[in-house]
Nanobody, 127 residues
Framework: PVQLVESGGGSVEPGGSLTLSCTSS????????MGWFRQAPGKEREGVAA???????TYADSVKGRFTITRDNAKKILYLQIKSLKPEDTATYYC?????????????????????WGQGTQVTVSS
């Protein structure tokens, strides 16, 4: 079975940084799109970053310049580096992957058919 396991979340002060990791198993890492979503209490799930097998990233406008998504195909790990954290970044962050999406923006904005999700890792930003 496919497993996506996030790690790296935690509590940080505004302005701080975190790097989230998503370790995959059972998933063919060399195909499709992978990405990160987040959901804050009482809010809808939001796609924040996606990356294809070519390594080209796509970001939501709300995180451009502060979030960096990368993938290590050899280790089968997806990363999300977050800088200059803000209280509004507080959310549960989920890793997602699907071999069938053909477009990164569609992956971020129409996630209903994404096949594989991790269990989430909590990021809390407060002073």
């Amino acid at each position: 079975p496919v497993q996506l396991v996030e790690s790296g979340g935690g509590s940080v002060e505004p302005g701080g940084s975190l790097t989230l990791s998503c370790t995959s198993s059972g998933y063919t890492f060399s195909i499709g799109y992978m990405g990160w979503f987040r959901q804050a209490p009482g809010k809808e799930r939001e796609g924040v970053a996606a990356i294809g097998t070519d390594g080209n990233p796509t970001y939501a406008d709300s995180v451009k310049g502060r979030f960096t998504i990368t993938r290590d195909n050899a280790k089968k790990i997806l990363y999300l580096q977050i800088k200059s954290l803000k209280p509004e970044d507080t959310a549960t962050y989920y890793c997602a992957a699907d071999p069938h999406y053909g477009d990164s923006w569609y992956f971020l904005t129409q996630p209903g058919k994404i096949g594989f999700w991790g269990q989430g890792t909590q990021v809390t930003v407060s002073s």
